[in-house]
């Protein structure tokens, strides 16, 4: 098959580089719901087209060739394995432990009309306004008259011996040019258009001084300032400033007064009368979670407003009147608004580049609490950043468009043209059993599960294409459980909720690699028992700057029985990624290719003398090549991590 001898590593490097600045435009319809490190879909559709028999539907901007195939990605994450499986026709087997992987894979591979969708958003959207846009209003600050709250911001409190004081990421709330900003005054809270009065504060609300939060101790006592720990999360923070849309002068900034504090106490005192059980919304200690519990912050619950919170109890009752796969859809929908819609979410505002836009609670990669907080008003009117309507449209309405009519990028002379591919669809036929699977093409089949064992039966498999977790240090399950808590109360049956991590490849305990290389081994002989022994292949991404971890995987790969066929290096990351911006990380993968022993194929390696880490795309390709010398040599797993450790590589980068 042609990607054993050839891949087209320009063609595939030059996509790549183009997506991965924006995954989520080039493919939609596999961005419902929020899920990490995903890859390029361009580079896994090379990969997938480098496996088809018929040399007429080679080119990768011709549609199907792998009609008949069956595929598997049995660490799915966010599904890019599947879709672009999917749409050249092949019928695909999707397992993960994890439980949002599965009910996303549901949601976006199935073939739901937009038009219901959209029908039942409406009347779904239309419910929540009724319930909670009286907690959302506020006036003009230039005619006085009512107006829609878009957001607000709010400052954190904190404490000295001497008194409280609130803190800010930046006083200044806009930039409107080079020279004109809208800020808040340290001493009274009033909001100004430069010199000019906006907005007089509330003086029954505005008794703290504001302090930016590089002060660290008080200039009175000298003590340094302290969080309160002690009061719940969502209680710590007091409001500033807020954002409206008026009919007359469009968007203001206002300071918030009694109107705006009434509502918030409304919230307050609905937000007892909610049925949420706080044993269902405890907080673990995991190696991102303990980031929560280091400051007092016990509960899920307690990350989200009053206002927030009643949001998610609204939608939560009104999706019990929606049938199910159109529950699923907006369930996962008011799941991943969540990542715009709490109090972890920031402010980018104050820079010049940015006005007016959220900071994301997971921006980091990691939970980051902001001294400037913004609580979106997930039923504003308009489309906005963050707000369900806005998500509506981004998340399923362009990914049920694109889905109908996928749309590929043609670099011709520097210029990028869209091209549509005719006769694909996003989109298959859900099944339930292996046998079912073969009975068409474009099906599919979720296994939610440790894939160490897999309801399929054996040689049953063509390819398994997947991209394997990173070796340590990525927490993502962990993180997960941010949006998991929420998931189980609006979709209680769907999924095994009651699941276990101790299969999960990532060691979440940060033990050591002993957990990723038993587990990974695991599923790595699992897919070589499922796999056709002939021509079936493993073919998966990989980078990792520590000897450790190319160490765990080739240990994983040889007791499970595989030998290496070919590896190629293509682009894999964004450089300006907000949590991989200005480290020294790779910025490349390797694609290995591999084959069972009992293929009686017997490529040869030569180890290299030395593997250069001082170019990310030549260390990954030298690692790639030392992967298939060690696979090919009668060694003990201590002789491998000898092998790793002799090599002349950094430990960190």
């Not at 296994?447 to 991209?467: H, I, R």
Request: hydrophobic share 40%; charged share 20%.
């Amino acid at each position: 098959m042609p990607i054993d001898s050839q891949f087209n590593v320009a063609f595939a490097d030059q996509m790549a580089a183009l997506e991965a600045y924006n995954k989520h435009y080039y493919r939609p319809n596999t961005y419902l719901h929020k899920w990490w490190a995903r890859r390029c879909g361009s580079t896994f559709r090379t990969i997938l087209k480098h496996l088809v028999a018929d040399e007429s539907k080679l080119d990768y901007y011709t549609a199907g060739g792998l009609e008949g195939a069956v595929i598997l990605d049995p660490m799915m994450g966010g599904g890019t394995t599947l879709h672009e499986a999917i749409r050249l026709g092949a019928n695909v087997i999707g397992a993960d432990i994890d439980p949002i992987p599965v009910l996303q894979a549901r949601a976006t591979l199935s073939a739901l009309p937009l038009e219901i969708l959209q029908a039942q958003f409406e009347r779904f959207f239309a419910r929540l306004v009724a319930d909670l846009s009286p907690l959302y209003q506020t006036n003009c600050p230039h005619c006085h008259s009512a107006s829609e709250l878009q957001f607000m911001l709010y400052g954190l409190q904190k404490q000295c011996a001497c008194g409280d004081a609130i803190f800010v990421d930046s006083l200044v709330l806009r930039h409107h040019n080079n020279e004109a900003v809208t800020h808040l005054c340290p001493e009274t809270q009033d909001i100004f258009y430069n010199s000019e009065l906006v907005a007089k504060a509330d003086p029954a609300f505005a008794k703290t001084s504001i302090l930016e939060k590089s002060v660290q101790a008080c200039e009175r006592c000298g003590r340094p300032y302290q969080e309160p720990l002690h009061l719940p999360y969502y209680q710590r923070y007091v409001p500033l400033a807020a954002w409206g849309e008026c009919v007359f002068h469009r968007l203001f900034i206002t300071s918030p007064g009694q109107k705006e504090h009434d509502a918030l106490a409304e919230a307050d005192a609905q937000r007892a009368t909610l049925p949420f059980a706080p044993a269902d919304f405890q907080i673990g200690k995991g190696p991102k979670s303990k980031s929560l519990l280091a400051r007092g912050i016990t509960s899920y619950l307690d990350l989200f407003s009053s206002r927030q919170l009643l949001f998610l109890g609204r939608a939560i009752e009104h999706l019990q009147e929606v049938e199910p796969l159109t529950r699923l859809n907006l369930a996962l929908l008011v799941s991943t608004s969540l990542e715009f819609n709490s109090m972890l979410c920031g402010y980018k505002g104050m820079t010049q580049t940015r006005p007016g836009a959220i900071r994301h609670t997971f921006s980091h990669h990691a939970y980051s609490f902001p001294h400037t907080a913004l609580e979106n008003n997930p039923v504003y009117s308009l489309r906005a950043s963050g707000n369900l309507r806005n998500l509506f449209h981004n998340r399923i309405v362009r990914g049920r468009t694109w889905a109908m009519n996928p749309v590929e990028r043609r670099i011709n002379q520097e210029q990028v043209q869209k091209v549509v591919i005719q006769g694909e669809v996003d989109a298959g036929q859900e099944v339930t059993e292996f046998a079912e699977l073969q009975a068409g093409s474009r099906r599919f089949l979720l296994l939610q599960g440790s894939s160490v064992s897999l309801n399929v039966p054996s040689d049953s498999v063509d390819y398994v294409v997947t991209d394997p977790p990173y070796f340590d240090s990525v927490q993502y399950s962990d993180l997960a459980a941010f949006f998991r808590v929420w998931l189980r109360q609006l979709l209680p049956g769907a999924v095994d909720w009651e699941y276990s991590l101790d299969e999960a490849a990532v060691d979440q305990q940060s033990n050591g690699s002993a957990q990723y290389e038993r587990v990974l081994g695991g599923i790595f002989a699992e897919c070589h028992r499922v796999l056709k022994k002939e021509h079936g292949r493993l073919i998966f991404t990989f980078h990792h700057w520590k000897p450790e971890g190319w160490a765990a995987l080739t240990k994983a790969l040889k007791q499970a029985g595989f030998i290496l066929v070919n590896r190629y290096v293509v682009h894999a990351e964004n450089p300006l990624s907000v949590h991989i911006a200005n480290q020294n990380v790779l910025l490349h993968d390797v694609i290995l290719v591999l084959a069972a022993k009992e293929s009686n194929l017997q490529p040869t390696w030569q180890i290299p003398a030395k593997i250069n880490a001082d170019d990310g795309k030549t260390f990954c390709y030298e690692c790639g090549t030392a992967v298939g010398w060690l696979l090919a040599q009668n060694v003990s797993d201590s002789e491998i991590e000898s092998w790793w450790k002799k090599l002349e590589m950094r430990n960190e980068k």
